[in-house]
C-alpha cells in the first residue's frame, strides 16, 4: 500500500489549496481515510476524516467550515481542500488509511497504519 501526497505549497492567508492524496495498493472506498498534520515543534494532529463509504466526515474544530475532504473522481484518491488558509495552518499535512476494511474513520493518528510522505503547506501573513 503506497499513499503520496501532493498540492502543497506557499500561498497567501486567505487563499486556497486542494491537497491530493493518491492510493495504490487498496481501494480508498473501502477503508478509512484521514489527513493529519504536523507544524514544526509541534505533534502531529488530527485535521479531517472520512468513513469509508464517505457517508461521514470530521474536522478538527481549527479547520471545520474551512476544510473539505473527498474523494474524487479520479481513482483511488482522497482529497483535501483548504480555504480561508490562515498562517496557523502552516503544517507537513499528511494522508493516512487505516488498514481495517469498512472500519470506522478516528481522529487518532495511531489508529491509522499507512501514511503518505507529507507536503508541506506554507501560509505567509
Known amino acids: 500500500v503506497q499513499l503520496q501526497a501532493s498540492g502543497g505549497g506557499l500561498v497567501q492567508a486567505g487563499g486556497s489549496l486542494r491537497l491530493p492524496c493518491a492510493a495504490s495498493g487498496r481501494t480508498v472506498s473501502s477503508y478509512p481515510m484521514g489527513w493529519f498534520r504536523q507544524a514544526p515543534g509541534k505533534e502531529r494532529e488530527f485535521t479531517a476524516a472520512m468513513t469509508w463509504n464517505g457517508v461521514m466526515t470530521y474536522y478538527a474544530g481549527s479547520v471545520k467550515g474551512r476544510f473539505t475532504i473527498s474523494r474524487g473522481s479520479a481513482k483511488n484518491t482522497v482529497y483535501l481542500q483548504m480555504n480561508s488558509l490562515k498562517p496557523e495552518d502552516t503544517a507537513v499535512y499528511y494522508c493516512?488509511?487505516?488498514?481495517?476494511?469498512?472500519?470506522?474513520?478516528?481522529?487518532?493518528?495511531?489508529?491509522?497504519?499507512?501514511w503518505g510522505q507529507g507536503t508541506l503547506v506554507t501560509v505567509s501573513s
Open positions: 493516512a488509511s487505516r488498514s481495517l476494511m469498512f472500519g470506522e474513520a478516528t481522529m487518532t493518528w495511531t489508529d491509522y497504519d499507512y
